[in-house]
């Protein structure tokens, strides 16, 4: 099990509203880079989809220690390595919004078109109940 984890926004989306996309690749593949070359143990460093606060991106959130991080650069690298070898916080960049925000895109894993279609489920039923006749 690793010490910690941090998971960096990569989301990316044409709606016009803002999203960390390509600047938090950059900042995963930075992060990895400082990790190598500080030796950051057993840390891990995920790109993972809309956190919520876009409009502050990108955004990171490193885990157990539920430290969540606002406008990241790639020069934040040696200081996101630091937090995640030895546990220093990067103050200077922590966000303000930490979280999902109500009303945030749910993003692919979002399972309320199932929950929009409650005849779904119960034509399901209804099959089951002619393969018992
Ligand atoms: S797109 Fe990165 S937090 Fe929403």
Avoid at 49 to 55: K, Q
Wanted: net charge negative; charged share 25%; hydrophobic share 35%.
């Amino acid at each position: 099990v690793a010490a910690r984890h941090l998971f960096v926004c990569t989301n990316s989306r044409s709606s016009g509203k803002p999203a960390c996309g390509p600047r938090g690749d950059a900042l995963v593949a930075a992060v990895q880079i400082a990790l190598l070359e500080r030796g950051g143990g057993d840390a891990l460093v995920t790109n993972c989809g809309c956190l919520g606060p876009c409009f502050d991106g990108p955004n990171a959130v490193v885990y157990p220690d539920g430290v969540w991080y606002a406008g990241l650069e790639p020069d934040d690298a040696a200081g996101l390595a630091d937090h995640l070898a030895a546990g220093r916080v990067l103050t200077e960049k922590l966000s303000q919004r930490p979280g999902p925000e109500l009303g945030s895109d749910p993003g692919p894993t979002d399972r309320a078109g199932d929950r929009a279609h409650p005849e779904r489920s119960a034509e399901r039923t209804d099959d089951r109940g002619a393969d018992r006749r």
